[in-house]
Structures are given as C-alpha cells and as structure tokens.
C-alpha cells in the first residue's frame, strides 16, 4: 500500500492518479476540512482514503498502518486551516510523519523538498529539519527538490498572465530558472516510489531548459500572439518584504520570490540517470496548452 499525504493539492491529486493508474493500491490522506470535489475525484480514482492531519499524530499511526510506501507533498503555504503554520505542518507535522511512518514499519519515504539556496526563511529550515529526520530514519527514501513549478510561478496566481496581457516577474527577470512541470515532478515522484539501486536518493529537479522569467514572456508573447507588459517587483523591495514580514509565510514567500530572482539552473544530468524520465514539458508546451 502507498500512503499519499497532500493527496487533495496539485501535485499530490496527479501522483495518486499516476499510481492508481499503474494499477498499484494507493491510500490518499484528506482532511475533514478538504474541498469536497477534490476529495470526490480521489475517490473516483478508486483510492482508499484515510483522514488525517499532519498536526495529530496517531491520525498518522493509523494511516501509516500496512503502508509499505509513503510521498508527502503536504504544506501549508496554498491551503491552510485555522491552527496551520510553516511550524505546525511543514515543520512539525511533516516531522510527526516521518516518525508515525518510522514507527509502523514503513520501508521507504519519498519526500518533496525544494534545492538549498542561500536565503533564510522559514520553510527552507523547516524542510532541512524533515530531510535531516528522514535520512536519520531506519526508511530508504528519495528526497525530490524540484526547483520553481511552471504552473504555479508562470500563472495568473502569481501574476504571470499573458493571455491578459500582462506579467509581474521578480526581480530583474534576467536570471534563468528549469521551471519543471507539476505533471513530470509527479511522474519523477512515483518513480522514486519504488527503491531502486539508489534507494537512498536526495535529488534536484527541473525541466527540460533553462530560460529568464524575461526569455518566458518573450516566449508567451510568440505563442499567444500578443505583446505582454512586464512589471518588475524589484529585489531591494523584496529584500525589504523579507526582513520586515510580520510571520514565517510572509517571509517565506518573500525568501521564494527572493530565490526566484536569484534564479535556479538545474543541471539534470544525474537525475536523469537515476530516473530515466523523457520527455519533460518545456515551458512552451505549457504554454501552448494554456495560451
Ligand atoms: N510550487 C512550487 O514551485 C514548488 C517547488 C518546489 C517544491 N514544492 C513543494 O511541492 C509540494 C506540493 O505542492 P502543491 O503545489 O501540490 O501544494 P498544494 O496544492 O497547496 O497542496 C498542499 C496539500 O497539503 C495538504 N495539507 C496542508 N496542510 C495539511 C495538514 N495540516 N495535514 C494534512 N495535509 C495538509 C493540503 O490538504 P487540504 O486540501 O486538506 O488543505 C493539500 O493536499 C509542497 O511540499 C511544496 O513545498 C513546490
């Protein structure tokens, strides 16, 4: 049995389709409070569900139980309830899990983290302290650390909107990042799913090219046919965000956008190797199918 916990999010949702359709038994943990369609399509999919909660532990004992694999994608920093924070789940909760997993016998963990980068903020500790739990754990595990999303930074969530129009990028948008698609992170995440000769695996993700936010409106522009507007939200105001955010999301989101302007290159090469995934989604795919 496979345990997916962050089952109802974007990425948690495609993995248990992806493992549902291999025809593999797959066990999706939902909250009393997730949106009742999401947990509807789960359901659809045939899963088993279990609820739980990352921030009650025996919830955790109980779905852990006769789980032989368990992913995580679960956080806190998109879907939130009362009494959530970076501390409570992505912090203590995710820990609550590795241990609730330890503890029932689990073999191995696959857990999604983002690359190291040099800025301080909340959720980069709080992922360090679960991947140093997980590898301190008797569980074999892959440690994923996709770099920025496609759908999430290069959207109308986040301010990319060129079918409007219009992009807010941050920064100077001159660094290059590997946006890597949520859809080839789930297939690299159900891959990991089975241990292989790397059983123990920390590995960085992105996608198949490495282009500037500038380059990815240039880009959008020659897809969609249309110029694009580009406002810049500047570092030295990010920076200002960052060291003046009231709590640990404010400022993590300020450390990501901050990373984001730093930009990310992922260099694929030993990824690859260890899962052999072709073809990945370029961000002109993407935009082909949303433009
Ligand atoms: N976005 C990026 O560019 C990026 C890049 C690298 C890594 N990542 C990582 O990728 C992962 C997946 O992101 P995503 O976009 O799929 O997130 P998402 O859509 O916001 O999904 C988050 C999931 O976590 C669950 N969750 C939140 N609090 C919980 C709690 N207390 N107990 C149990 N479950 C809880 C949510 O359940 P409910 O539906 O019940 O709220 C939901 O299923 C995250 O770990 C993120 O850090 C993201």
Known sequence: MNLIVGATGILGSEICRLVAEKG???????????????????????????????????????????????????????????????????????????????????????????PSVDIDFPLQSAKRA?????????????????????????????????????????????????????????????AALTPGQEANATVQLGGPEALSPLEAVRLAEQVAGKPVAVQHVPEEALRAQHTAAADSLQRSFAGLMLYYAKGDVIDMTAALRTFPIQPLTSVRGYFQTIL
């Not at 025996?58 to 368990?70: F, K, N, W």
């Not at 754990?137 to 999430?152: C, G, K």
């Open 24 to 114: 593999e038994p797959v066990r999706a943990l939902v909250r009393a409070t997730s949106d009742p369609d999401k947990v509807a399509r789960l359901k659809a999919l045939k899963v088993d569900i279990v609820a739980g909660d990352l921030k009650d532990r025996r919830s955790l004992d109980a779905a852990c139980r006769g789980v032989t694999a368990v992913v995580s994608t679960a956080s806190s920093t998109l879907s939130r309830q009362e009494g959530d924070s970076i501390e409570s789940v992505d912090r203590q909760g995710q820990l609550n899990l590795v241990d609730a997993a330890d503890a029932a016998g689990v073999k191995h963990f696959v857990l999604i983290s983002f």
């Open 130 to 190: 679960v991947e140093d739990r997980l590898r301190q754990s008797r569980m074999t595990y892959a440690i994923l650390q996709p770099t920025f999303f496609t759908e999430v930074w290069l959207s109308p969530a986040l301010g990319f909107d060129p079918a409007n129009a219009k992009a807010q990028i941050y920064g100077s948008g001159l660094n290059k990042i590997s946006w890597i698609s949520v859809r080839d992170v789930a297939r690299f995440a159900v």
